[in-house]
T-cell receptor, first 113, second 110 residues
Framework: NAGVTQTPKFQVLKTGQSMTLQCAQD?????MSWYRQDPGMGLRLIHY???????DQGEVPNGYNVSRSTTEDFPLRLLSAAPSQTSVYFC????????????FGPGTRLTVT | SQELEQSPQSLIVQEGKNLTINCTSS?????LYWYKQKYGEGLIFLMM?????EEKSHEKITAKLDEKKQQSSLHITASQPSHAGIYLC??????????FGAGTRLTVKP
C-alpha cells in the first residue's frame, strides 16, 4: 500500500493564480481531510469528507474548494491564491472519523508570492 | 489562542534523560491523539486515548489522559536521538471537528 500520497511536494504560485493539490489514498478509508500547518498555529482543518460525494467545511475553509467523486481521491482547489495561503498542506485519511488514527500524507509546501 | 495548549513549546534534553510534554484543553475531550512529525514530513500516529484515566505505552513512550479528560501528558523515558521531532496532540471534539495543538519541538543531544 502506498498509503496517502500528495502531489506536488512543492509549489510556488503568484497571487491570483489557481491550482489543485492532489491527494489519494489506497486504504479504502471513508474519511479524508485537508489541513494547513502554519508556524505557531498547529494544524487547522480546512475541509473534510466522510465519504464519496460528501464534503463539509472545517475550521478555515475560505479560499478553498474540495470535491470527493471517488473514495480514493480528495483534491483541494485554491481558487485565487493569496499570500495568506502560504503554508504546508497535509491530507489525511481515516477508516472512520473518531474511531481510529489518521494517516497523513507527506505534505505540500506552497508559497504564494 | 489555541484550543489545545501544548507545553513546553520546545525542549532540549540530553540523551538518556526523561521528559514530559503536556497538552491541555479548555473543553472535555472525546478522544486525544498524539502524533510525531519529523521536519518536512507528515505526521505519524503514536497513541490514542479515549477514556478518562487511560494510560498507554509503546516502547519508551507513555501517554495518559486525566480523569476529567481535559489534559494529557506524553512521557518519554531514557530519550534517544531518534525521539527528536515535533510532538502534536490532537483532540476529537465530536461532529467531525478535529483540532491540534501547536506542537512541541524536541531536540535530543547525543
Amino acid at each position: 500500500n502506498a498509503g496517502v500520497t500528495q502531489t506536488p511536494k512543492f509549489q510556488v504560485l503568484k497571487t491570483g493564480q489557481s491550482m489543485t493539490l492532489q491527494c489519494a489514498q489506497d486504504m479504502n478509508h471513508e474519511y479524508m481531510s485537508w489541513y494547513r500547518q502554519d508556524p505557531g498555529m498547529g494544524l487547522r482543518l480546512i475541509h473534510y469528507s466522510v465519504g464519496a460525494g460528501i464534503t463539509d467545511q472545517g475550521e478555515v475553509p475560505n479560499g478553498y474548494n474540495v470535491s470527493r467523486s471517488t473514495t480514493e481521491d480528495f483534491p483541494l482547489r485554491l481558487l485565487s491564491a493569496a499570500p495568506s495561503q502560504t503554508s504546508v498542506y497535509f491530507c489525511a485519511s481515516e477508516r472512520g472519523q473518531g474511531v481510529s488514527e489518521q494517516y497523513f500524507g507527506p505534505g505540500t509546501r506552497l508559497t504564494v508570492t | 489562542s489555541q484550543e489545545l495548549e501544548q507545553s513546553p513549546q520546545s525542549l532540549i534534553v540530553q540523551e538518556g534523560k526523561n521528559l514530559t510534554i503536556n497538552c491541555t484543553s479548555s473543553k472535555t475531550l472525546y478522544g486525544l491523539y498524539w502524533y510525531k512529525q519529523k521536519y518536512g514530513e507528515g505526521l505519524i500516529f503514536l497513541m490514542m486515548l479515549q477514556k478518562g484515566g487511560e494510560e498507554k505505552s509503546h516502547e519508551k513512550i507513555t501517554a495518559k489522559l486525566d480523569e476529567k479528560k481535559q489534559q494529557s501528558s506524553l512521557h518519554i523515558t531514557a530519550s534517544q536521538p531518534s525521539h527528536a521531532g515535533i510532538y502534536l496532540c490532537g483532540a476529537d471534539r465530536g461532529n467531525n471537528d478535529m483540532r491540534f495543538g501547536a506542537g512541541t519541538r524536541l531536540t535530543v543531544k547525543p
